[in-house]
């Protein structure tokens, strides 16, 4: 696999009032690429959002080698009060070939009382698993 120079993550939680989750997994990404290689940019996703295009826009301005993709696709709390399971879709996307090149499934189950602490680890996860990948 070829290393990436630039490095499009758009997170699509699916929360809207001032996106906490999500500013919490865009700042642990941030960590993770301060020493510049690659080279990211970071959007949030709101589901209140109409228009799709302005997105598009950022994403082609930015010019990626790929497009990390980070979306919470499954959330369960059982009927017993046991902490929540959150199961998010992670996927590496091409955008010349239009394909994905990349893909994982990831269980960010546990106490709510943790969630920055979870997203943070959820980061680095995702991180790591590009490495040992070969993309970053």
Request: charged share 25%.
């Amino acid at each position: 696999m070829r290393k990436l120079n630039r490095l499009f993550v758009l997170i699509n939680q699916g929360d809207t009032k001032n996106k906490p989750l999500s500013q919490s997994l865009s700042s642990a990404f941030r960590e993770y690429f301060t020493n510049g290689t690659p080279q990211v940019d970071i959007a949030i996703a709101s589901p209140l959002d109409l228009d799709e295009s302005a997105m598009r826009s950022r994403m082609a301005g930015f010019t990626p080698d790929a497009i990390l993709t980070i979306s919470a696709v499954n959330y369960v709390v059982d009927p017993y009060g046991n902490y929540p399971r959150i199961v998010y879709d992670v996927s590496l996307f091409d955008p010349i070939a239009k394909r994905r090149i990349w893909r994982a499934s990831i269980d960010n189950s546990g106490s709510t009382d943790f969630m920055d602490r979870r997203m943070r680890e959820m980061a680095r996860k995702i991180v790591q698993q590009l490495q040992l990948d070969g993309f970053l």
